[in-house]
T-cell receptor
Framework: EPEVTQTPSHQVTQMGQEVILRCVPI?????FYWYRQILGQKVEFLVS????????KSEIFDDQFSVERPDGSNFTLKIRSTKLEDSAMYFC?????????????FGPGTRLTVT | GIQVEQSPPDLILQEGANSTLRCNFS?????LQWFHQNPWGQLINLFY???GTKQNGRLSATTVATERYSLLYISSSQTTDSGVYFC?????????????FGQGTILTVHP
């Protein structure tokens, strides 16, 4: 069964460094999402991406964040200058719009630790 | 935006017991999904259930969209069922489909 993959599974970085989190959505899915979960809290929406552009973003998704689909398979989240409060689990998800379903398929997550 | 409330916040069971988790939402929805977050932090998709009833083994779920709630039933619970259960919805009328999550129910099953 096709699945969403994410790399790395765990990333440790120093405050102020740039990080890129990578995701490979399910092939032929057209909507892509990033969510984050700070330890012990609920999962929060960051951004959605469709047709090579951001379709919706939350208040959390400020200028230090950016997303990109550099090729036909990868979907990336870049954090330009990491802060301690960016430490969280980051989930990528994708959705198949052709079927009319709104079901989202989640990757296993990347645990980001900022020191 | 749409509000999602889950209850109870914590649930402790003995192995073999049954349980019901509830998810209330404040507006019409296009999507409702139940997830189990395992000890490694992964979100395991249990059900996609914007309406109706589904069953998968010991788990079943019912969504009554007109009354804006969903229930997740776990029967004959096992220690491996422990973890956090999240309900997440997509508000009706939105095309981009972002999910709004509840706070979760922490389930602990003792042997």
């Amino acid at each position: 069964e096709p699945e969403v993959t994410q790399t790395p599974s765990h990333q440790v970085t120093q405050m102020g460094q740039e990080v890129i989190l990578r995701c490979v959505p399910i092939s032929n899915h057209l909507y892509f999402y990033w969510y984050r979960q700070i330890l012990g809290q609920k999962v929060e929406f960051l951004v959605s991406f469709y047709n090579n552009e951001i379709s919706e973003k939350s208040e959390i998704f400020d200028d230090q964040f950016s997303v990109e689909r550099p090729d036909g398979s990868n979907f990336t989240l870049k954090i330009r200058s990491t802060k301690l409060e960016d430490s969280a689990m980051y989930f990528c998800a994708s959705r198949d719009t052709r079927s009319g379903s709104y079901e989202q398929y989640f990757g296993p997550g990347t645990r980001l630790t900022v020191t | 935006g749409i509000q999602v409330e889950q209850s109870p916040p914590d649930l402790i069971l003995q192995e073999g017991a049954n349980s019901t988790l509830r998810c209330n939402f404040s507006d019409s929805v296009n999507n409702l999904q139940w997830f189990h977050q395992n000890p490694w932090g992964q979100l395991i998709n249990l059900f996609y259930i914007p309406s109706g009833t589904k069953q998968n083994g010991r788990l079943s779920a019912t969504t009554v969209a007109t009354e804006r709630y969903s229930l997740l039933y776990i029967s004959s619970s096992q220690t491996t069922d422990s973890g956090v259960y999240f309900c997440a919805v997509t508000a009706g009328g939105t095309s981009y489909g972002k999910l709004t999550f509840g706070q979760g129910t922490i389930l602990t099953v003792h042997p």
